[in-house]
């Protein structure tokens, strides 16, 4: 059985949905700034077009895109009722779906506009075991983006591809920031881990008394293959444990 067929409903909802006035936003602006590729597929899936997100405006709840390099297909597009926009950035499958479109002037060129949608979906495909690490003494990570302060974070889940930080207050890592100075240190481990990374997604929780949590995902690169196999080490030892503990 996947690990995805073993989580309950709530739990698929907050691992996979980005939900939210902020985060939806934040998110579908970080695609645009980065000018992720989109497919559409609209007319129940009958045809579809690429295009890029080009700007988001919350506060009239609208996503606008760029029109298709076909005149028939910007024709009949804003004549279907349900949406579905799909991209797969850094690897990450990513999919959302929107109600109708219209057609707008945007900065004197011609684009759609389409409803914002209710949540975004985001899976990862697991090619590499992912835990979650201790909450008693949580590992602290280090990261400097470039021309920034050093920001600490606690570990929310880790693995040899990458770490999910849990942060509060303002986030600053929007998704596409390169970090080239990250480090951290693993329980018993014989030194610090330095490793570059790149933001891949950040997700807004929304806990108790309107507080809100973000999660956010980092991907790494350029790590030493002395690190990798510390960082496995201390995987299998957390699931050993977890396993004795069951």
Same mark, same amino acid.
Request: glycine share 8%; hydrophobic share 40%; charged share 20%.
């Given at each position: 059985?996947?690990?995805?067929?073993?989580?309950?409903?709530?739990?698929?909802? #907050?691992?996979? @949905?980005?939900?939210?006035?902020?985060?939806?936003?934040?998110?579908?602006?970080?695609?645009?700034?980065?000018?992720?590729?989109?497919?559409?597929? /609209?007319?129940?899936?009958?045809?579809?077009?690429?295009?890029?997100?080009?700007?988001? =405006?919350?506060?009239?709840?609208?996503?606008?895109?760029?029109?298709?390099?076909?005149?028939?297909?910007?024709?009949?597009?804003?004549?279907? =009722?349900?949406?579905?926009?799909?991209?797969?950035?850094?690897?990450?499958?990513?999919?959302?779906?929107?109600? =109708?479109?219209?057609?707008?002037?945007?900065?004197?060129?011609?684009? /759609?506009?389409? %409803?914002?949608?209710?949540?975004?979906?985001?899976?990862?495909?697991?090619? *590499?075991?992912?835990?979650?690490? %201790?909450?008693?003494?949580?590992?602290?990570?280090?990261?400097?983006?470039?021309?920034?302060?050093?920001?600490?974070?606690?570990?929310?889940?880790?693995?040899?591809?990458?770490?999910?930080?849990?942060?509060?207050?303002?986030?600053?890592?929007?998704? $596409?920031?390169?970090?080239?100075?990250?480090?951290?240190?693993?329980? #018993? $481990?014989?030194?610090?881990?330095?490793?570059?990374?790149? *933001?891949?997604?950040?997700?807004?929780?929304?806990?108790?008394?309107?507080?809100?949590?973000?999660?956010?995902?980092?991907?790494?690169?350029?790590?030493?293959?002395?690190?990798?196999?510390?960082?496995?080490? @201390?995987?299998?030892? *957390?699931?050993?444990?977890?396993?004795?503990?069951?």
């Amino acid at each position: 059985m996947s690990q995805i067929a073993q989580l309950s409903e709530a739990e698929i909802e #907050e691992r996979f @949905y980005i939900t939210g006035r902020t985060a939806i936003p934040f998110t579908l602006a970080g695609f645009a700034e980065n000018k992720e590729s989109f497919s559409v597929q /609209f007319s129940g899936g009958h045809e579809h077009f690429l295009t890029v997100l080009l700007a988001v =405006q919350p506060e009239d709840d609208w996503l606008i895109i760029d029109c298709s390099g076909s005149v028939e297909i910007n024709r009949r597009f804003p004549g279907s =009722q349900r949406n579905v926009f799909v991209a797969r950035p850094g690897g990450i499958h990513v999919q959302f779906t929107t109600g =109708q479109a219209r057609e707008i002037d945007f900065h004197g060129a011609r684009a /759609f506009a389409v %409803p914002l949608p209710r949540f975004i979906v985001r899976l990862q495909r697991r090619e *590499v075991f992912r835990i979650e690490t %201790p909450l008693a003494r949580p590992l602290q990570f280090h990261a400097r983006p470039s021309g920034g302060r050093w920001l600490t974070a606690p570990v929310h889940d880790l693995s040899i591809a990458g770490v999910g930080l849990s942060t509060g207050g303002d986030n600053t890592l929007p998704p $596409g920031t390169t970090i080239p100075d990250c480090r951290f240190a693993l329980p #018993e $481990g014989r030194h610090d881990i330095f490793v570059q990374a790149v *933001v891949r997604h950040v997700t807004a929780l929304e806990l108790r008394a309107g507080v809100t949590q973000w999660r956010v995902g980092l991907q790494f690169f350029d790590l030493r293959r002395a690190d990798d196999r510390q960082i496995q080490r @201390y995987v299998a030892q *957390v699931e050993h444990r977890r396993h004795e503990l069951s």
